[in-house]
Antibody, heavy 123, light 107 residues
Framework: EVQVVESGGGLVQSGGSLRLSCAAS????????MIWVRQAPGKGLEWVSY????????TYADSVRGRFTISRDNARNSLYLQMNSLRAEDTAVYYC????????????????WGPGTLVTVSS | EIVMTQSPAILSVSPGERATLSCRAS??????LAWFQQSPGQAPRLLIY???ARATGIPARFSGSGSGTEFTLTISGLQSEDFALYFC?????????FGGGTKVEIK
């Protein structure tokens, strides 16, 4: 069974740091691109960051570029999001999401989402 | 950045009726459009990818159509579990962008 499960959320003061982890199982993690998506309380969804299957290609939303770092360890089937200089507006549930496509040029399908981990930044 | 606009924000529908949700892109996204359903307290679930392909395990009452800038999600014969929040997502260009959502509520 395919699963992705986030961890590492919590309460942090403004300006602080957190590292989120996402443990993947039930599929060949090293073959899949991954993204992080967040959702502020009562709000819509916001894409945060992307990483290719090898980790060589990375991109970020403008709102987090320079503060957040995405990475992965394919040997450990794990995805990470290092969040520095946190702000109140970063308060959200953070989701780890698999891109289900397995070949370049085919349509992306963000088919497995973790349950999310809540990050609360106090000002 | 591509702006995705969903309408209406709230859709009131009776059980068994059909719901039609719209998603408009500020520029051409080809067929790189997905739809998600989110129930309260849960993570989003992929319904439709490539604008019209149903994801694995999604009932046939969910259908997607459109390309370019105009997209539609149709839910035929609404069931109790379908009353939820729905989002569209374009993945034609970075940054990826979601619509603001449509809440489908019981009339």
């Amino acid at each position: 069974e395919v699963q992705v499960v986030e961890s590492g959320g919590g309460l942090v003061q403004s300006g602080g740091s957190l590292r989120l982890s996402c443990a993947a199982s039930g599929f060949t993690f090293s073959s899949h691109e991954m993204i992080w998506v967040r959702q502020a309380p009562g709000k819509g969804l916001e894409w945060v960051s992307y990483i290719s299957s090898s980790g060589e290609s990375i991109t970020y939303a403008d709102s987090v570029r320079g503060r957040f770092t995405i990475s992965r360890d394919n040997a450990r089937n794990s995805l990470y999001l290092q969040m520095n200089s946190l702000r109140a507006e970063d308060t959200a549930v953070y989701y780890c999401v698999r891109d289900g496509r397995t070949a370049p040029g085919t349509f992306r399908r963000f088919d497995y989402w973790g349950p999310g981990t809540l990050v609360t930044v106090s000002s | 950045e591509i702006v995705m606009t969903q309408s209406p924000a709230i859709l009131s529908v009776s059980p068994g009726e059909r719901a039609t949700l719209s998603c408009r892109a500020s520029q051409n996204v080809n067929s790189n459009l997905a739809w998600f359903q989110q129930s309260p307290g849960q993570a989003p679930r992929l319904l439709i990818y490539a604008a019209s392909a149903r994801a694995t395990g999604i009932p046939a009452r969910f259908s997607g159509s459109g390309s370019g800038t105009e997209f539609t999600l149709t839910i035929s014969g609404l069931q109790s579990e379908d009353f939820a929040l729905y989002f569209c997502l374009q993945h034609n260009n970075w940054p990826l962008s979601f619509g603001g959502g449509t809440k489908v509520e019981i009339k």
